[in-house]
């Protein structure tokens, strides 16, 4: 999601600087902080021995795909 805003500049800054527009950006990504999980690990058995109990880790969910929500604030000049 993004939302940009072009403001134009005031009378002598326009003129001196030879400024045609000042664009702020606002850009949020994930705004819904929406988690996308990562497969489950695989593995249940370490393969070490023939009686071994199963992993502790076998079948979670550890981590995500995908970032947290990120906004990120800039401004351009237009001259």
Same mark, same amino acid.
Request: hydrophobic letters at 45%; zero cysteines.
């Given at each position: 999601?993004?939302?940009?805003?072009?403001?134009?500049? @005031? =009378?002598?800054?326009?003129?001196?600087?030879? $400024?045609?527009?000042?664009?702020?950006? %606002?850009?949020?990504? +994930?705004?819904?902080?929406?988690?996308?999980?990562?497969?489950?690990?695989?593995?249940?058995? @370490? =393969?070490?021995?023939?009686?071994?109990?199963? $992993?502790?880790?076998?079948?979670?969910? %550890?981590?995500?795909? +995908?970032?947290?929500?990120?906004?990120?604030?800039?401004?351009?000049?237009?001259?």
């Amino acid at each position: 999601m993004s939302l940009v805003k072009n403001q134009m500049p @005031a =009378g002598n800054a326009r003129l001196q600087f030879r $400024l045609e527009v000042f664009q702020v950006r %606002l850009e949020l990504f +994930n705004v819904l902080n929406r988690a996308n999980f990562a497969a489950p690990t695989r593995p249940v058995f @370490a =393969g070490a021995t023939q009686n071994e109990t199963p $992993l502790t880790t076998a079948g979670q969910i %550890l981590r995500t795909v +995908n970032s947290s929500r990120q906004v990120q604030l800039g401004v351009k000049v237009l001259f």
